[in-house]
């Protein structure tokens, strides 16, 4: 069985412009998770996705938003980027919402010029 | 909220020997699940290890194994037969039995482990 893919791998923006990360879980997997990872914040939960919604969200500005589509594949968006926007995305695939164990995708580089 | 530390910035070992990972964390709930990941060089985050707090048994896989005690909070990775690819930086985390927000993990600050040959 496939893992979970993430789309792009690696990714350069300059500031104020806007991206589009893509992730899609292993199959039939349908909870998607969001983290960002950076060397000073450390990995950070962003948010959550079940059944085409969002069931929870971490402590992000609202310039970072995401879906997820009735296959269970998940984009996050993030809109006029920021320096610090720049780190590591990894996404996240759960059978269920409530079942223990998150699978990784490999993440998305981001950098911001 | 719940927060995990742990507090060896970086660890280590001689290939062949047995290292111990060290994790606290600290929550108010009661029923919830403590992971290991490991993340080498290449970045993909990989479970090691997972144990559930309502099991009094440590978990095992192969030459991982944790000790998890769960009144002092603590749940450290002994490594046995240490290999070259263990080399990563390993990450403890923390996820809620809740349903509610149960999706999400806490991650530790990680513990740079090294082998040396």
């Known amino acids: 069985k496939a893992g979970v893919t993430q789309t792009p791998r690696y990714l350069i923006k300059t500031r104020g412009q806007q991206v589009t990360l893509s992730c899609s879980p292993i199959?039939?997997?349908?909870?998607v998770s969001w983290y960002q990872q950076t060397p000073g914040q450390g990995l950070q939960f962003l948010f959550e996705?079940?059944?085409?919604?969002?069931?929870n969200k971490g402590n992000f500005p609202g310039r970072f938003s995401g879906r997820q589509f009735s296959n269970s594949r998940s984009e996050m968006n993030v809109s006029t980027l920021e320096l610090g926007d720049s780190a590591l995305y990894l996404c996240a695939s759960s059978l269920r919402q409530g079942t223990d164990t998150q699978y990784f995708g490999p993440g998305t580089r981001l950098t911001v010029l | 909220a719940q927060t995990v530390t742990q507090s060896q910035p970086e660890m280590s070992v001689q290939e062949a020997e047995t290292v111990t990972l060290s994790c606290t964390y600290d929550?108010?709930?009661?029923?919830?699940?403590l992971f290991w990941y490991k993340q080498p060089p290449s970045r993909q985050m990989i479970l090691v290890i997972r144990?559930?707090?309502?099991?009094?048994q440590n978990a095992t896989e192969n030459r991982f194994s944790v000790n998890f005690q769960k009144a002092a909070k603590s749940f450290s990775l002994k490594i046995s037969d240490s290999q070259l690819g263990d080399a990563a930086m390993y990450f403890c985390a923390y996820r809620s039995a809740r349903l509610q927000g149960a999706q999400k993990l806490v991650f530790g600050q990680g513990t740079r482990l090294t082998i040396n040959p």
């Open positions: 996705y079940f059944s085409e919604t969002q069931r």
């Open positions: 929550t108010s709930e009661s029923d919830y699940y």
């Open positions: 199959s039939g997997h349908r909870s």
């Open positions: 144990q559930e707090a309502y099991k009094q």
